[in-house]
């Protein structure tokens, strides 16, 4: 057992340090990262919204966040693939925990998740969240387009999530509508990608269906998105049902149809052009999954969107 040690999570002595726990055992922030409410010093911020009142269907995405991180533990050794690099060496990376919502009353939700992202994009954090139902979306990009502007919405999703509704409704089905309708994102340069249900309005933004995935090479798709959303600055959005519940069982709505986790890392992979300014992962529930399935994948997308940050940071430090 070379070179092994255990809870890096409490023990790391700094924020790029190398994890090194057996990957059945030590405590589980998401990669191994340091747990900690500190934010100075952190360029990226790994957060978790336990939050699932907003779901139409089967409730159960506000054990996302801990399903997650017990997933991330099999990336135990770097570099990281397929970026080939470790992805903290150059990244200082933080696990700030989770958001604190009370289960019995909503009425602050909403604010209380906009607050708290705000307080990390203060600090010039990039900030990677762990849903939590769809809904946890709308009050962060809230806090990303008081900093951006009108953003460029990149969607992977089953649903366009544009159903009508009304003032303080809390509804995980219509935060695209609302965020087009508030001026938080640039329909014109926002795309969807994966739709496989029809809502009444699309509200401008491009889609890509289902069935015209099944059709594409995912260099095709990736050139889709990189054309459509240009140089702007990019929200990047996982909704985990945007795979096919062959890989990703354990979701709130899933939708039979949809492309395999292999097909959507690849798009991931290619999409380093893109000015991505945040991202998320929602809707993974636990409850509805099998041997992890859907968490590893979970995981995964959230590894490759902080890899795809560190590839940038590193351009830019030539
Ligand atoms: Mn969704």
Known sequence: MANKSIDHAITAKSLTAA?????????????????TKELKGAEAVVWG???DA??????????????????SAIFDNDPQYPFQRDL??????????????????HAKTPQTIERE???????????????????????????HAALHGPLALV??????????????????????GRAAREGLIDVERSIQIGIRTHAPEDCGLRIVYGYELEEMRAEEIADIIIRHVDNRPAY??????CLDPAFAPGTGTPVAGGPSSAKILSVLRKLGALHIVGSD??????????ADLTAIAGSTIAMYMLGLRAERLAERRG
């Open 281 to 290: 992962v929602v809707e993974v529930a636990p409850a509805y999954d099998h």
């Open 117 to 143: 992202a705000s307080k990390v994009l203060k600090s010039g954090a990039y900030l990677l969240t762990l849903g939590g139902d769809h809904f946890v979306t709308y009050p962060i990009l809230r806090a």
């Open 19 to 35: 994890a090194s726990d057996p990957t059945h055992a030590g405590i589980l922030s998401f990669m191994r990262r340091k747990y």
């Open 49 to 51: 919204i336990p939050f």
């Open 88 to 105: 903290f060496a150059d990244m200082a990376t933080i696990d700030y925990g989770d958001c604190l919502l009370d289960y019995g009353n």
């Open 54 to 71: 907003a779901t139409s269907n089967r409730p159960g995405a506000r054990f996302g966040p801990q399903a997650i991180r017990r997933a």
């Open 155 to 176: 969607q992977f999703d089953a649903h366009q999530d544009t159903w009508p509704d009304e003032k303080g409704r809390i509804d995980h089905g219509s935060f695209v």
């Open 236 to 241: 990047l959005t996982f909704d985990i049902d």
